[in-house]
């Protein structure tokens, strides 16, 4: 029996079985093997600088580091430095149904909700940033009326991660299974210690976890064409091959912040684009149903047709690409911090789920988790916990 069965190969779970593996342990990863993850199909993008302040910015503040030093003793794995450009057009921002940010402009006299999010966006980066890293562009004729803020950032290619994860966790003596297990039971545990990375099949798997990890569901278009890629990346007005296309006053979070309330279903879709090995990735939709369960996936033909018709109003060519529409199931915390450490009532067990910026938290998050279980009393302090409320000094 390994020391530790890690269930899910995502990136929470690789990283963590990566980590284990260096301190000693014997690591089973168990692996659904389902097509595409959400890992595969992410943007990648490392808001590293974006935390708030605490031990979540402290957190992300050290992912550039953290995925260098990942690279250094497992190969590359897909980071680069880039530009996050956030876009937005005065229309779009006049009538933004983001509610967060809706609320910061009410409370500030004469200041529009447009020059509330760019302020607030500016003094989260500023806070890491050079002054040469966080520029206002101004609209081009190319552009059209849409603008653009630059930012220092960081990816993870989730294609070239996805690719490489495997063989990093081959050399790394991590034993990896495909298959799936059935619900998790308390004193019946399947290895001494249990890691439960399995995203939006957490729950499925121990249905007692807190209400507010939740699931959306995801989708994305999928450009695999390579020239083609090249040619809209090359020759767009708003951004640049190796960097990140987003709106400033993207919808996704406002939608998982009001999850709890939900009554029915609904959706969002805010255009963007990555780089994704040769190819690109389009656009993001995200669908939240009331409840925790993660339910059948959606209908696709309004997404995709919504999504198209997003992507049109900032680069016409781009609503009729060859792309294919794809959807997975995605874990995020409707509320709190992200929900890692041990599971109340089911000694061995813990829980490594619900991260709203993955790519900037997991590197660190799973230093810490692997420290734990290693019986590091300082590291199951420094943890956010697993439970309804967060540890001291995370609420």
Do not use: K
């Amino acid at each position: 029996m390994a020391d530790v069965l890690v269930i899910g190969a995502g990136l929470a779970g690789s990283l963590a079985a990566l980590a284990l593996a260096e301190r000693g342990a014997g690591v089973e990863l168990l692996d659904p093997g389902q097509g595409f993850s959400a890992t595969g199909l992410s943007y990648g993008g490392v808001p590293w600088w974006a935390g708030h302040p605490g031990p979540l910015d402290s957190l992300m503040a050290t992912a550039p580091a953290a995925w260098r030093q990942l690279e250094q003793r497992h190969g590359p794995l897909g980071w680069s430095p880039c530009s996050l450009r956030l876009h937005w057009s005065e229309a779009e921002a006049a009538g933004a149904d983001d509610q967060v940010f809706r609320d910061r402009a009410s409370a500030s006299c004469g200041s529009s909700s447009l020059d509330q999010t760019l302020a607030l966006v500016e003094s989260l980066a500023r806070r890491h940033l050079g002054p040469d890293q966080v520029e206002r562009l101004d609209a081009s004729p190319a552009s059209g009326v849409r603008r653009v803020l630059r930012l220092g950032y960081g990816r993870i290619d989730s294609r070239q991660l996805s690719l490489a994860l495997p063989l990093a966790l081959e050399r790394a003596g991590v034993r990896r299974r495909r298959g799936r297990c059935g619900p998790l039971r308390a004193g019946a545990l399947p290895a001494q210690q249990v890691v439960l990375a399995a995203g939006a099949g957490c729950r499925a798997l121990w249905p007692a976890l807190p209400d507010r990890l939740r699931v959306s569901w995801a989708g994305v278009l999928r450009l695999d064409d390579g020239p083609l890629s090249r040619e809209l990346l090359n020759s767009s007005a708003l951004t640049q091959p190796n960097d990140i296309l987003m709106p400033l006053v993207a919808q996704r979070q406002g939608l998982e912040q009001r999850a709890d309330q939900l009554e029915r279903p609904e959706w969002i879709v805010d255009a963007g684009l990555a780089p994704w090995g040769e190819g690109l990735l389009l656009g993001q939709s995200s669908l939240i149903r009331p409840g925790t369960s993660c339910g059948a996936p959606p209908q696709t033909a309004a997404l995709e047709l919504e999504l198209r018709r997003a992507l049109g109003r900032i680069d016409p060519r781009l609503e009729q690409v060859p792309a294919c529409f794809e959807q997975v199931p995605v874990s995020f915390c409707s509320s709190g911090p992200p929900l890692v450490g041990p599971v109340a009532g089911a000694p061995g067990l813990w829980l490594f789920a619900g991260l709203s910026s993955p790519f900037a938290l997991a590197p660190a998050l799973a230093e810490l988790l692997a420290e734990a279980l290693s019986g590091e009393p300082r590291a199951l302090e420094r943890l956010p916990g697993a439970t309804t409320e967060a540890s001291p000094g995370w609420g």
